[in-house]
């Protein structure tokens, strides 16, 4: 796919793995809505982007556990950007590692909606969209906690799990409308996601979020004859 000129939304883009990808991005022409929660952090992304090359960068704050104001920023979104390309559904939480019964209800149900729910339902919202078009890409990051069960993570890697099974059905039912889909699964990734949830973590080891997103460019921008389905990176 050619990447210049598309419109492209980026959920968890004010930060992290996320605000990589949309740099990467706008240096390569792309114009981004880019969703979070923390206003002045999206403005700033957005002012990052549009000077490495983005024509339009706009944040939008965005809670991806409110599936009404998920529809309204995607009709926001396409009356400004005038249609969507591409989503990256890159958002997500991490709880602490440990037993099942040591996860608070309040943090078990804030992971599901974030990591699995608003994801399908913002894809939802954003599907008919892409149908329109004449290229069209969906490309979920998800976690090698989505391929590979780990001790401590159970309610983490349940919603993961589903974000690959997801991905997979998704990309069944669109084989014939033209929207490719792709899950990428990256094992730890060296930003603040641990520090939020109180976890302590050696990061320095883990994957660069700017490399990560690197390999998110190299993914949406093969060609028309060449789509990567599933890419699993690993430190």
């Known amino acids: 796919m050619q990447l210049q000129g598309k419109t492209v939304i980026v959920t968890g883009g004010s930060d992290g793995i996320g ?14 809505a880019i969703l979070g929660r923390n206003e002045a952090r999206l403005s700033a992304v957005a002012v990052e982007a549009r000077t490495l090359g983005a024509a339009k960068a706009r944040g939008y704050s965005a809670d991806m556990t409110d599936a009404a104001a998920l529809q309204s920023v995607v009709a926001e979104i396409e009356a400004d950007f005038d249609g969507v390309d591409i989503l990256v559904n890159n958002a997500g939480i991490w709880h602490k590692a440990g037993p099942l019964d040591t996860i608070s209800d309040e943090m078990l149900i804030a992971t599901v909606q974030t990591n699995l729910t608003g994801l399908m339902q913002l894809t939802k919202a954003v599907l008919p969209r892409l149908r329109s078009r004449d290229e069209a890409a969906i490309l979920n990051v998800s976690s090698k906690s ?5 001790a401590g993570q159970s309610v ?16 069944e039912d669109e084989a014939e409308s033209g929207v490719r889909v792709a899950g990428l699964y990256q094992s730890g990734t060296n930003t603040g996601m641990f520090v939020k949830a109180g976890e302590e973590v050696p990061n320095h080891i883990f994957t660069e979020p700017e490399d990560l997103a690197d390999v998110v460019v190299f993914m949406l921008s093969r060609p028309a004859k060449l789509w990567m389905h599933e890419v699993r990176v690993e430190i």
Request: glycine share 12%.
């Open 146 to 150: 989505g391929v590979v069960a780990q």
């Open 19 to 32: 605000r990589h990808i949309c740099l990467k991005l706008a240096a390569e022409g792309c114009n981004l």
């Open 156 to 171: 983490y890697t349940a919603t993961k799990y589903g974000v690959r099974g997801f991905t997979d059905v998704l990309k």
